[in-house]
């Protein structure tokens, strides 16, 4: 199996940009749909972007999209997320995420296998 753990996170201005890193050992990336999702405090978990098991077609949530950008690197065997135009409503812990489903990852977090520690995201107004 694959175990993640994921870096980048911080605090930053509204406006401000953001990588957040997700490196994993055990399996390589391309194995794996993979996923990034976000918690807030007192909310349930929302899907924020993943990428294709094996090639690089994405998706992403409504609330990201034209912002974010994930990506990988299968040499380094690590995913990001790009985050720009940051916005307080970004706030949240980030979590990478892996799912042996073929294609695309799903847009519910639970359906996903393996997930990372997560990283604080502050987004200050």
């Known amino acids: 199996q694959v175990q993640l753990v994921e870096s980048g996170g911080g605090l930053v201005q509204a406006g401000g940009s953001l990588r957040l890193a997700c490196a994993a050992s055990g399996r390589t990336v391309s194995s794996y749909a993979m996923g990034w999702i976000r918690q807030a405090p007192g909310k349930d978990s929302e899907f924020v972007a993943t990428?294709?098991?094996?090639?690089?077609?994405?998706l992403y949530a409504d609330s990201v999209k034209g912002r974010f950008t994930i990506s990988r690197d299968n040499a380094k065997n690590t995913v990001y997320l790009q985050m720009n135009s940051l916005k307080p409503e970004d706030t949240a812990v980030y979590y990478c995420?892996?799912?042996?489903?073929?294609?695309?990852?799903?847009?519910?977090?639970?359906?996903?296998?393996?997930w990372g520690q997560g990283t604080q995201v502050t987004v200050s107004s």
């Open positions: 990428i294709a098991r094996g090639y690089s077609s994405t």
């Open positions: 995420a892996a799912s042996q489903q073929p294609g695309l990852g799903s847009t519910y977090p639970h359906r996903y296998d393996y």
